[in-house]
């Protein structure tokens, strides 16, 4: 089984809403991530986990908030987001976060922010 | 991580060989080349990833230079499934690191013709 899950698939907010998405493994993996896709453009990465440990924050605004409670989960709060913040956003995961081992991604959640 | 130079499109009649070429002329001797898909809407999808040695599974073949400047992804048989946006990442691999980042590039559309 290789299946990343991510809910919900879209999801509609305004600015001064809170929400959260998320993200489950039971691969047994213990790095996950976040990526953000704007449309026609490539993934970009946002946050790694590394055994539960935020390990890579890639300059990300403070509106997004990432919480791992346990190996198997991935979570993303969002509140006060911009329009500028729709876009797919995509969860993935391996089995460490130093090796060459396959990212595995889940179908990603699309956002649009009003 | 080195830079990947990939053409924007290309197409390729189905049940024909696509071949997918891709630059990296500043690879260093330790990044890996790592082959993803993204069809429409939905995760990217792990291919292939390579050192210097071709390499070989059920989806593709990849074909590493003797330099290592530059790759091709071949799949030997496309169908119409294929169609996709297909991404040439080169990734440095850190053992025991927390540096398990893919940097995704622009990427090439690859479209399948009946």
């Known amino acids: 089984d290789t299946e990343v899950t991510q809910t919900p698939k879209h999801l509609v907010m305004g600015m001064t809403n809170k929400k959260s998405l998320k993200c489950e493994q039971h691969?047994?993996?213990?790095?996950m991530y976040w990526y953000k896709q704007k449309a026609k453009k490539p993934p970009e990465l946002m946050f790694v986990?590394?055994?539960?440990?935020?390990?890579i924050n890639e300059s990300v605004p403070s509106r997004f908030s990432p919480e791992c409670p346990n190996s198997s989960l991935l979570n993303l709060h969002l509140h006060a987001l911009q329009p500028e913040d729709s876009a797919l956003y995509l969860c993935?995961?391996?089995?460490?976060?130093?090796?060459?081992?396959?990212?595995?991604f889940g179908p990603g959640t699309r956002l649009l922010v009003l | 991580d080195a830079k990947t130079t990939q053409p924007t499109s290309m197409d390729c009649a189905e049940g024909r060989a696509a071949n997918l070429p891709c630059n990296h002329s500043?690879?260093?001797?330790?990044?890996?080349v790592y082959w993803y898909r993204q069809i429409h809407s939905q995760g990217p999808q792990y291919i292939i990833h390579?050192?210097?040695n071709n390499e070989t599974n059920e989806m593709a073949s990849l074909i590493i230079t003797e330099d290592r400047k530059s790759s091709t992804l071949i799949l030997p048989h496309a169908t119409l499934r294929d169609t996709a946006v297909y991404y040439c990442?080169?990734?440095?691999?850190?053992?025991?690191?927390?540096?398990?980042?893919?940097?995704f590039g622009t990427g090439t559309l690859l479209a399948v013709q009946p």
């Open positions: 691969m047994g993996h213990r790095a």
């Open positions: 500043t690879i260093s001797g330790n990044e890996y």
């Open positions: 986990y590394s055994y539960e440990k935020l390990s």
């Open positions: 390579g050192l210097k």
């Open positions: 993935a995961s391996s089995q460490e976060a130093g090796t060459e081992e396959t990212q595995y």
């Open positions: 990442i080169v990734r440095v691999v850190n053992y025991g690191g927390a540096t398990n980042k893919l940097i």
